[in-house]
């Protein structure tokens, strides 16, 4: 089973400041799931990948596959970026249920 | 399309009490997936349906959970008797899987808040 690790836990910044979430995985995957999860508490995937980086937008998700590592960067981050991150990666390695990190509780201030 | 659509949005019942959540997901996806999100525990997953076979029920906490998928379009998870600490988030999530694939997007539904009084 997958075992999904997410730093930092809680992150405030202020407003068009860099950010960066770091997420660590134990088994080798498919691809890696990025979602944001607002107050609301709905759910919205933001990215899977399986290599390289991906960019929407103000965001840009990355992937090391021999280190197990992802990260997530917002740039000229916003107040209404402020949100929890939650990295998530197949149970199994495969295409099957995720098992998530604990996600990132991000804050930005204006 | 209306995305993942989940009934109740919120329930409130007593411990004892049957309850019965339900999605609806999205039309054309082969894959429906349970989760609940609490505090303690965050995220996990608890049952996956791969064209409308359950694959993995390991995330299932005990007896009293039971999750069908009688269609493509329809699944219900069920808790009974209910207790205080089955009080969550319930999240399902629909995607269309590949075999030939690696994964795909899930799009998660807008979740069922319970409380278990």
């Known amino acids: 089973k997958n075992e999904v690790e997410q730093s930092p836990q809680n992150l405030t910044a202020q407003e068009g400041e860099f950010i960066t979430i770091n997420c660590s995985y134990s088994v080798g995957i498919s691809a890696l799931h990025w979602l944001q999860q607002h107050p609301g508490g709905g759910i919205v995937s933001l990215f899977m990948?399986?290599?390289g980086k991906k960019k929407h937008g103000r965001l840009i998700a990355t992937i090391n596959i021999q280190e197990k590592h992802s990260s997530l960067h917002i740039t000229a981050s916003h107040p209404r970026d402020s949100a929890v991150y939650i990295c998530a990666a197949p149970r199994g390695g495969g295409a099957d249920g995720l098992t998530f990190g604990k996600g990132t509780h991000l804050i930005i201030q204006p | 399309d209306a995305g993942v659509i989940q009934s109740p949005r919120h329930e409130v019942t007593e411990m004892g009490q049957e309850v019965t959540l339900r999605c609806k997901p999205i039309s054309g996806h082969n894959s429906l997936f349970w989760y609940r999100q609490t505090m303690m525990r965050g995220l996990e997953l608890l049952i996956y349906f791969n064209n409308n076979v359950p694959i993995d029920d390991s995330g299932m906490p005990e007896d009293r959970f039971s999750a069908k998928m009688p269609n493509a379009s329809f699944s219900t998870l069920k808790i009974q008797p209910s207790e205080p600490r089955d009080s969550a988030v319930y999240f399902c999530?629909?995607?269309?899987?590949?075999?030939?694939?690696?994964?795909?997007?899930?799009?998660f539904g807008p979740g069922t808040r319970l409380l278990v009084l």
């Open positions: 990948l399986s290599s």
């Open positions: 999530a629909s995607s269309y899987f590949l075999a030939s694939g690696g994964g795909e997007t899930q799009y």
